[in-house]
Structure formats: C-alpha cells, structure tokens
C-alpha cells in the first residue's frame, strides 16, 4: 500500500526546468497578482475614459479631494509595506513574537487606511458626492472603494497570519503563508501608490 | 447527470483517509479528486450543453418558416440569449477545463493539480453558478440582450426585469471559477511536472491549457470590471453605461472584446491541444512541427489581446484603429493557418486507423478551414461593415464554436473515454455519432454563410416571406434536428457504456504516446505508483521508434523506466506488476476529502441572490446566510490547509 499523506509539499513539487525556488503558492499568489493588475488597469482605465467629463464636471477632484490628508493616508500605507517586510524578516529569524508583533502593526496601519478612507467618503457625501451624484463621484468612488475592498480583505488576512504567529505557527523553516500574505499586502500599496499618483496627483 | 456517468469508476481507491463511504454522493460532494472533479465538469457542462441545444432547437424550430409564432419574441430574445451564454460559459468553456483535470496532471505525471480543493471550489462555483443562470427562466424571465449584453439595452430603463441581473451575476460567479481554475492549471503545469519534462516535451494539450489559464487570468478581469459597473448602474444609481448620465456606452464594448476576443482562443485552444494529441496516436507517427504548434499558440494568445476592436468596426472608430485591428486580425490567421498544414502534414504518410476520435478531429479541421476563412472575410473592416449582425457572423461562430471546439471536443471524449471509465464507448455508436452531427452541422450552419449575405440579420425573430430566407432556414432547421439526433446517440452511447458489464480495458488500448496511458484505465486515486521519469516527448513510443521520439537527449530508452523509474530517482526495485498493485514506497501528498469549497461556492450563490432579490427580508437574509456559509466554509478551509 501507498503511502499516503496529506497537505501540499516537497513529493508533489517535481519541476525539473527552473521554478524549483519558487513555491507553489507562492506561485499561485503571483499569477492571482498578474490577474489582479488587469482588474485595477481595466478600472483605471475606466476612470481615464470618463477623465475629461469629470474635469469639465462640477465638482472638480481637486476641489472636493484632500490630497495632503490623502498623501497621508499612502504614507501609512507605505509603512505598513515597511512593517510587513520586518515581520517577515523577524519570522524568517525565527523572533516569533516580533513578528506576530509587526503582523499586527500592519494590520492596524491598514486599517488605519481604512479609517481614513470611511473618513474621506462621508466628507465627501457632505459635499454631494456620492455613487449618483454623477460621473465624478461614481468613477472615485468605485475605483478606491474596490481597493479599500482588497484592502479590508488583506487586513482580515493579516489577522490570520497574527493569530497564527502567536500560536507559533510560523517559523524560519515555514514562513511562507506570512511571505503570500505579504506579497498581497505589497501589491495592494503599490496600487494605491498608483491611484494615488494618477488620480489625485495629475492636474 | 454526475452520479450515472460516474458509475463506471470502479471503488478502488482505498485510501485509508477516505472520510466517510456511507453515502455514495459524499465521495463527489467532497472529493478533491482532479479526475472526479474533472469527471463531474464534464458531466455537468455536458448536462448543460444539452439544455444550450435544446433552447438552439427552440429558435431553430421558430425560424423554420416566415412569421412563425412558435416562440414569443420577448422568450425568443431570452432563449437565443441563454442558449449562446449557457454554449460558452456552461458548455464549450468547462468542458475543456474538464477534460484538462482529468488529463493534464496525469500527461505530465502529477499525482493531482496543485491546488486539489481549490480545484473543487472552482467547479462547484461553476456548477451553482450555471444553475443559478438558468433558474433565471422561473424567477422573472431569463437574460435576453444576446451574449455580449450591450449597453444601454442592459441598462435599468431599457430593460426593468431581472433578466440582466441574473446574467451579470451569474457571470461574476463564473469569472471567480474561471480565474480559480485558470490560477491551478498554471502552477499545477508549471510546477508538477515528472522529472524530465522539459518544455518541449510538454504534451501539447497541456501546452494549449497553460495558453488557455493564461489568457482566462488577463481576459476576465476585464469582463467582471465591465460587470461590476453594470451592476453598480443596476442596483446602485450609476451611469457608467447610461447615455443620458453621461455614461459611455462604448466602454462597455471595449471591456467586452477585451474579453471576448481572446475568449474565443480559450475555446477553441483546447480543442486544438486535443487534436495535436489525437492526430499523432491515430496516425501511428509524431506531430509534424511540434514545436510550431507550441510557439504559434503562445503567439495566437498574445496576438489575441491586440485585436478586440474588430468586433467594434461599426462604432466609428476611425480608419486608422480599424486598420490597425484589422491588419492584428489578418495577422492571427498566419500562425492558425500553417497549424492546419502541421494537422495535415501529420495525417499525412502515417498509417491511419479511423476510430471515432480520429473521425472527429478531422472534422475539427473541415469545419475550422472553413470557419476560419469566413473569420479572415470579417476581418476586413468593409466586408465586416455588410456583414455584422447578419447570419454570416452566426455561421462563422457556429464554423469555430461548434465546428471547430465541439468535434474536437468529442474527440478528446472518445479518446480519453476508455482511461476515464475503464470502458470503451461503442464504435459503431461513435461512427453514427460523427457521421450524422458532421452533415447536421454543416446542413444548419453552411447556409447561415448566404442567409448572411443576402442580408438576414441575427437576433430577429422572425422574417417576411418573399425575402429569399425561406429556403436555407427550412434547411437550417432541418439540419438542427440532424444535430440533435446525434447528441443524443452520443448520449446513449455513454449510458450504454455505463450498463455494460466492466471489460478491462489495457492501460494503453489505443497505443497512445503520452504518460495517462502509462497507468491503469482508470488510474488509482494517487496516479502512478512511482513518479515517472521522462526522457523524450513520446515516452511510450521510446522503445518503439526511437527516431520518431525526437526530443530525447537522454542516453538511454526504454519504456519500463515511464511506469518503473530509474533506481536513481526512486529507490523502489517494483517488478513488473508491482507498481501497479500498489506497494511502492514513495510518498504521496493527497488532501483529505472536504466539504468546505461546496459550502464557499454555496455561500457567494446565496450572496448573489442577496444583490437579486429587491424586498429587504430577502435581501438580508440571502445576505446574512451567504456570510455565514462564507465564513464558516473559509475558516474551515484555512484550518484544514495549515494543519
Ligand atoms: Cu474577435
């Protein structure tokens, strides 16, 4: 009889050409990411079709958008990419607690974003804009909140990974849940870099 | 469906974490089994395919003579709308994803896909979401802007019913299934492959699906964002589609044919992966220009993302766009066309048997000469201008779709049959099969070709006497019924096969080349029994015709070392029969049976009637049982992944 076990490793992994560095998840996150990028192009490029009616419209972006609240708002998301990078780094030092530590830091900076973004809408709601005020507000406000959306599931996810840290879960020989949880977290900082760049920053 | 088609499968896999046998459905509700995953896509998409032809009948049937009354023409819309999504999304597009589950890891020697329960959620999701479309027909009536739902006729004012809803939602759950799936096809083909297997000794069906789990990741996003602001214009007060919002409807067809266009090779690719396999087999002789038939399938796919446009010629893109897509379009018909030449060149000297697959490939190649010269035609913006929305664009679909995926979908089905069920599916059955649906289709589908060009257009439900239309569509009617005379002998050639007393069928009855033929028919739940190790692009042609094998750089070739690998690479000495009685000490890493992806794909159902459903009650409830569902099934999940 056949040996059987359970769960994803090393015997079912047997990639003789390259790719043996790269694990299968970690794989998985990267072609999930590659699919992600064409959901935030295609709705970038949403908001780019509809950009002249929005500058000619009333109220303009620059007008009702924040944009030094805002470029704080990417800021702490910029250091949650910090954080998240030395919670991994303490994990992969087998320093669990600090990294449980730093997973939770992300987390709370993220929803920290989060706050601030529920912040920026219901601002915006008081000056009108709202999903059917009009070209403006549904384009802004469909485009951030499906991030906000990733955002809000890569803050549960970060929760999970915390849970899991403390329990010890996570150590210099099986890190690689926190490191797929990281590279979520990075693609979805870098997005915002992105949005925020096109949306609040180009005149 | 699932359940009689699955009856062959012999009760042989005595895992010893099998979780419960008591009840027979458990072993399918909570299998992550890539062949009864891949058993049950197949079941269930051709439970669909049969439902998608029905409703064809019906229009067919309400075309037969002029003024017809057969069909309403509010139901009319919405059958010619279900029967095109329900081919495509329920149809052609799973059963390719099904045969590849059941093929794909055991072509490339893998004890399963890489994600095994992932591999579950995809085709529940899939099989919910294709029931939840078609239950559109009892709760408000059924989708019904033609498949590709252009704004604003999807639109609220234009189209108050449910129908729409239904479809965007739908295809929602859908896309998460495809881009699931595709995710597993990609690392399971990157990353499990034997020892051995290089790129250029990929079989080249697991070739086209790794194209294919390519071009579904970057296209579907596309299509669910265009649903996502649909939805938001529905349920939310949004204009991104609505005119008089300021919306664009345009956008709405750009975010489709990015889609749409490359949705056509996520079809019809598989189907050629599927004669690339078969034509070799029945032809005793390797492929001709292998490696062509790879590279010029990597370059349809990317080449496939730069022409959506072309389905957008009338819109008034200007000259310069439509040149530039038109010249894209002509370019795509260089690689598709000298892959005709290597399907020929194939057949071509070799010794041929004519079995049932073989039968079907070759119609593959008839009918997809043919659909791809009339796709050449509409690629040329003027020919397009007369042409599109007439029956001539029906005809070129059907040529590629039907002509083209289909046959060589069966093919694939009657040649993997007998490794699925351990049973062969009756010859003679298979021949009729063939013979009747190849002069059926072309009966239905050739005279679309001058019903086009006399100027019939399509989606209308009716026609006037005295326009010329009479004749061809009597005939195309007739035809359809050929055609669907011949799907049912198909499907009592598989229940046939299924009452028949179990023969034994020999691992490799149709001297096949490729690794599935290397293990028993059906394989046991792990695959093989010691990790193959491949040294050229035929392994089971290795010591027949070493020559023919090219590839093989390896010094040595011999057939024993596919099933009974080197000492070197497994340190099992089995004998003969050994490896497949089981014995051998390599470990294999298979996942328990769980429930927890049904309950997923349950849950985003439930949450998707929530968005349906308008009286609040409803709404929360869906809503609240649908988180539940989710929640509960996810934190099971990542329970059982980290144990
Ligand atoms: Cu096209």
Redesign the pocket.
Known sequence: MAVVTRGHGEPLAQSPTGLESLDVRKLGMWAFLGSECVFFGALIASYFVYRPLILAGDPKPHEVLGINFTALLAFILLISSLTMVLALNAIQHDRRRAGAYWLLATAVLGTTFLGGQAYEFTKLAQEGVTLSSGIFGQCFLVLTGFHGTHVFLGVIWLLACFARAMRGGFNSGNYIGAEIAGLYWHFVDIVWVAIFTLIYLIP | MAAQVAVPVPQQEASPLELRREWYGWQWLATVDHKKIGIMYIAASLAFFLIGGFEALLVRTQLISPLNTFLHPDLYNQVFTMHATTMIFLGVMPMSVGVGNYVVPLMIGAADMAYPRLNAFSFWLFFFGGIFLNLSFVMGGAPNTGWFAYAPLTERPFNPGTGPDFWLLGLQLLGIASIAGAVNFIVTILKMRAPGMTFMRLPLFTWVTLITSFLIIFAFPSITIALILLMFDRLAGTSFFLPSGGGDPLLWQHLF?FF??PE?YIMILPAMGIVSEVLPVFSRKPIFGYSFIAYSSVAIGFLGFT??A??MFVTGLGEIANGAFATG?FLIGVPTGVKIFNWIGTLWGGSLRFRTPLLFACGFIANFIIGGISGITLASPPVDFQQTDTYYVVAHIHYVLFGGSIFGLFAGLYYWWPKMFGRFLNEGLGKAHFWLQMVGFNLTFFPMHWLGTEGMPRRIYTYFPNQGFELWNLVATLGSYLLGISILIFVVNAFLSARRPAEVVPDNPWEAATLEWSTTSPPPAHNFDAVPVVYSRYPLWEDRDPEGAHGATAPRTNVDAVSHPADDVAATGEGEQGAHQGGAAHAFHLPNPTIFPVILAFGLVLIAFALLFAPPVLKITFLVSGLVYGVVSVYGWVRQVSD
């Open positions: 044919w749409g266009h056509v022409v959506w072309h389905h379009s």
